[in-house]
């Protein structure tokens, strides 16, 4: 029977399925048995079968043969290989020096901290700048420099060259010349200096230094023996007191003939050259950072500036010891001419008795009063009687405080078993005890300050860059690190106002009101040390005088003050009146006029320090005569 409904699919299943089955069986055997299904993956692409890759590197290793033949050009980079074998014999040659004095500059090798996992290359490095010196403070003085001469000989002596040879006095005359640019060629050379004394903390840098990143932390192996100062720069502000304003900030330049490594090249002939360079650094330490002060003749005095505030030991102390005495027999004399005057003041009826030690009896008790109680009774002699009492205290407390700050600096010297106060004629450096562990004190000097002016100081420092001459570097870093032989820390802050001292004063010391005449002591500094003439002046005349053994007259200098009358005056009435003489002036530097007189010019501390100062002198170095 025919089946009904039935396609052609229903009716052929099995030999359909069939077929199908033989034509996989057969694919399966082909595969297997005629042709190889395994291929290789290689950097020449993919679907290399395995009979292949014989012939295929055959013809890459050809391909790579004439690419290298010399006559054709590399595609490979070009690696430049250091000559280790030069650099060892040179070391070998070199003199025994201490393990810290080689410098690691450019270590050859490759460094594995400075590489990434990819050894692609270095890395950017962290660079920080150096701290800023503190502890920064001010000394001024005056001082005498020799002739051109005196000073081609000693810088002759002191130069690199040999003794006596052309080259040495070539270099001896070049500093004296430099010197004339500071300093003015008339006799006697005088001029005043600012020394300014600091301290630059080593501790402080090195933790920057470890703390500066962690991927990209210098190699402490590059910097632990490169923490030297190369530089102490010194900068300036002058005050204007018309606008009450601090002015640029300038540069002070070194010294003529001192060691400095400010401005040397960029660019390094060899790495020799460079380790030379880092070698003298660090053997020339004590000049750098405390450089010697300008050769001086005998007139005048200077001594290391002093530190007794940040060095441990005996030589800035004992040069405060000897400043506070002078002031406390200063004080002492003050304060016996006010007890002669308050004794030769006082009535008969005085209730105060003036004791031996200069205080009044009495004046500090409550209830007392600094009057006499006799005579008038005039309020006006009890303010004066009161003036005068209260400055017999104070002067009598300043010299407690001065006494008693002596006594600390000499019980310090005895603890530390210091020697003698050093000779304050000499014009170079002492080697200063260690101010603290990783602390390094220095000073430096400015010669170009001038009389009267008033400034603040601020300092830099550079130290050794630890990257100098390094290889290791990327390219941006490697232009500017790499032949960068310092770096410069910041600034300090600025030092309190430094006045230097004028080259004159001048004090009323006498007068004829009816004459409108007035006796002036003027004051100069002239070949290292005070000196003083007397002169009568009238309503007119400027304050100054012609010093007779002045070659040049320090008057032609001076922007004197200009009298513009005196008059007698009275203070106090009854037995207690006093007579004084008053002298008005004009300042011609501020346009402001002043008054004087010979009461306070008289008793004046500045005038007692300058004749202290002018005997002290004169019995250590008596004058000899002077040429006019």
């Known amino acids: 029977m025919k089946l009904k409904h039935v396609n052609f699919f229903d009716l052929h299943a099995e030999k359909l399925i069939l077929a199908a089955a033989v034509l996989f069986a057969g694919l399966v055997l082909l595969s297997y048995f005629l042709v190889n299904p395994f291929t290789l993956t290689t950097g020449w692409g993919t679907g290399m079968r395995p009979e292949q890759t014989e012939q295929t590197v055959l013809r890459k290793a050809i391909e790579l043969e004439q690419q290298i033949r010399p006559e054709a050009p590399s595609p490979l980079p070009e690696i430049s290989i250091p000559p280790y074998t030069e650099m060892f014999r040179q070391r070998m040659a070199r003199a025994p020096v201490q393990v810290d004095q080689f410098d690691p500059l450019s270590e050859p090798g490759l460094q594995y901290n400075m590489m990434g996992t990819s050894l692609a290359g270095p890395v950017p490095l962290t660079v920080p700048r150096p701290p800023a010196p503190h502890s920064v403070s001010a000394r001024t003085g005056f001082g005498v420099l020799p002739n051109k001469t005196a000073l081609a000989e000693h810088y002759a002596k002191e130069s690199p060259y040999e003794a006596g040879s052309r080259e040495a006095l070539q270099y001896g005359w070049r500093i004296a010349e430099a010197f004339s640019a500071l300093v003015p060629d008339q006799e006697p050379r005088d001029f005043r200096y600012v020394t300014i004394v600091g301290v630059f903390d080593l501790e402080t840098w090195r933790r920057k230094l470890r703390s500066s990143g962690t991927d990209g932390a210098i190699p402490e192996r590059w910097w632990r023996n490169m923490l030297d100062l190369t530089d102490v720069l010194l900068e300036r502000q002058t005050y204007d007191p018309q606008t009450g304003q601090w002015g640029q900030t300038v540069v002070i330049p070194f ?20 380790q030379q360079v880092v070698r003298r650094v660090k053997n020339s330490q004590d000049q750098i950072v405390r450089p010697p002060f300008v050769p001086m003749t005998e007139a005048a005095k200077w001594d290391p500036p002093d530190l007794e505030a940040i060095v441990e030991g005996s030589l800035g102390a004992s040069g405060a010891v000897r400043r506070l005495s002078e002031e406390i027999d200063r004080l002492a004399e003050q304060l016996s001419r006010l007890q002669t005057m308050a004794q ?19 004046a500090d008790r409550p209830g007392v009063r600094a009057s006499s109680g006799g005579g008038n009774g005039n309020g006006g002699d009890a303010s004066a009687r009161g003036e005068l009492l209260a400055q017999i205290s104070r002067v009598k407390q300043q010299l407690a405080e001065k006494t008693a700050a002596r006594d600390q600096l000499l019980a310090r010297i005895d603890a530390v078993g210091a020697a003698a106060p050093p000779s304050s004629a000499s014009n170079t450096p002492r080697p200063y005890p260690a101010v603290a562990e990783d602390q390094i004190a220095f000073w430096a000097h400015d010669i170009t300050a001038r009389p009267g002016a008033t400034y603040r100081y601020r300092v830099r420092v550079s130290v050794l860059n630890p990257l100098f001459q390094q290889e290791q570097l990327v390219e941006e870093q490697r232009r500017a690190y790499a032949g960068k032989l310092s770096l410069e820390s910041t600034p300090s802050d600025w030092t309190p106002p430094v006045e230097v001292e004028p080259d004159h004063h001048f004090f009323l010391v006498g007068g004829a009101p009816r004459q409108q005449e007035a006796t002036i002591e003027v004051w100069h500094v002239y070949n290292g040390r005070p ?17 007779p053994y002045a070659a040049v007259s320090p008057a032609a200098a001076l922007q004197p003050s200009i009298v513009v009358d005196v008059l007698e005056t009275t203070k106090g009435s009854g037995r207690l009146a006093r007579k004084n003489i008053e002298m008005i002036y004009l300042d011609t530097q501020t346009g402001r006029l002043n008054r004087r007189t010979v009461e306070t010019d008289s008793a004046s501390d500045l005038r007692t320090r300058l004749r202290s100062a002018t005997e002290v002198v004169n019995a250590e170095q008596p004058e000899s005569p002077v040429t006019p």
């Open 255 to 274: 010294l003529p003939g001192q060691l400095s490594f400010r401005d040397v090249p960029s660019d390094w002939p060899s790495k020799e050259q460079a």
């Open 344 to 362: 030769n003041s006082a009535p008969a009826a005085d209730m105060f008795r003036v004791t031996q030690g200069g205080a009044p009896e009495g």
């Open 531 to 547: 000196r003083s003439e007397t002169v009568q002046l009238h309503p007119g005349d400027p304050i100054q005088v012609v010093l």
